[in-house]
């Protein structure tokens, strides 16, 4: 059953510096999955100065480089709020602007409060703000609902999906990351035996 409220206190917090939202929150959901971290540390590997941002796809490559399996969460409000019942806060995208003059934004859904109708997050260089449900959905929506949770090895999300699940395990293995990748697999397969992927995927690691 879903709470009325939940907010993840413990999470860790990184004040953002100018620009620098990706690897600030980055930092915050690696470090909440046991990473040791820092936003320097993530800078030169994700932030883009001649956008003044980072990219989705560079935050994606920089957590499989810690191990982590970063998985893409569907786009709707409850696989948010089930991953936070579940314990991990959660990377997202917003555009805090318009359709046609977005404001690109990077945060951590921490919580959440249903009597108030809030969001809480770890937002810049605010440790706990909170914004109206319909305004942080909005924000998510302008966004193409772009959501990642950063599972540790053996893990699996509140509602896995088997096909995103081991595709993406797929990708952490092609990253160099064999050890890990074998762990998740076995995760894999001990819910989905007989996913083709999962077998080809563990008995090429077996084999190196």
């Known amino acids: 059953m879903m709470p009325s409220t939940l907010e993840l206190r413990d999470t860790p917090f ?33 932030y883009l100065p001649q956008r003044q941002g980072s990219l989705p796809i560079e935050l994606i490559a920089a957590s499989r480089r810690y191990g982590r399996l970063p998985y893409r969460l569907g786009g709707n409000l409850s696989a948010i709020l089930a991953e936070l019942v579940s314990g991990r806060p959660v990377l997202v995208l917003q555009n ?55 599972l540790s090895p053996g893990e699996m999300p509140a509602a896995p999906d088997e096909g995103r699940y081991v595709s993406a395990i797929a990708a952490l293995e092609s990253a160099g990351q064999a050890e890990p990748a074998a762990r998740f697999y076995a995760t894999a397969l001990s819910r989905w035996p007989d996913n083709a992927l999962a077998l080809f995927g563990t008995g090429n690691i077996q084999y190196a």
Do not use: K, N
């Not at 004040?15 to 990706?22: A, S």
């Not at 990473?35 to 320097?40: A, E, F, G, N, Y």
């Open 96 to 150: 805090l602007g318009l359709a046609h003059y977005p404001i690109w934004h990077y945060a951590v859904v921490v919580g959440f409060d249903a009597a108030r109708d809030d969001i809480i997050l770890r937002s810049g260089d605010r440790q706990r703000l909170t914004m109206r449900t319909r305004r942080f959905v909005r924000s998510w929506e302008l966004a193409e609902h772009w959501a990642l949770v950063l």
């Open 14 to 46: 990184f004040p953002q510096e100018e620009y620098q939202c990706g690897p600030a929150a980055l930092a915050t959901v690696l470090a909440a999955s046991g990473s040791v971290v820092s936003p320097d540390e993530l800078t030169g590997q994700v």
